[in-house]
């Protein structure tokens, strides 16, 4: 089992910036993919970065050039740095690990006013 507890979400204006992190506890020795997925209302979850085991990571092209995953192993932590905020990027994110199944957090609220 994993537990992923998220922080960081909040309010901002339009341009501002946030940083979401993700801590990761329990059976956490042999999780492949760590990441955040978004869930706006009345849309479908989507994944928005992936980061390997190995450092191979992915960005939907919707938050490229503008958003940056990073992950600690040492502390088992995996961050969203989130830049140049738009309106359209609120939502509730989620963290995802993916260890034989898909783990989630709680989710966070990030909300941005244009």
């Known amino acids: 089992q994993v537990q992923l507890v998220e922080s960081g979400g909040g309010l901002v204006q339009a341009g501002g910036s946030l940083r979401l992190s993700c801590v990761a506890t329990?059976?956490?020795?042999?999780?492949?993919?760590m990441g955040w997925y978004r869930q706006a209302p009345g849309n479908q979850r989507e994944l928005v970065a992936r980061i390997t085991s190995g450092g191979t990571i992915y960005y939907a092209d919707s938050v490229k050039g503008r958003f940056i995953i990073s992950r600690d192993n040492g502390r088992n932590t995996v961050y969203l740095q989130m830049n140049s905020l738009k309106a359209e990027d609120t939502a509730v994110y989620y963290c995802?690990?993916?260890?034989?199944?898909?783990?989630w957090g709680q989710g966070t609220q990030v909300t941005v006013s244009s």
């Open positions: 995802n690990a993916v260890q034989g199944t898909n783990y």
């Open positions: 329990g059976s956490i020795f042999s999780i492949n993919f």
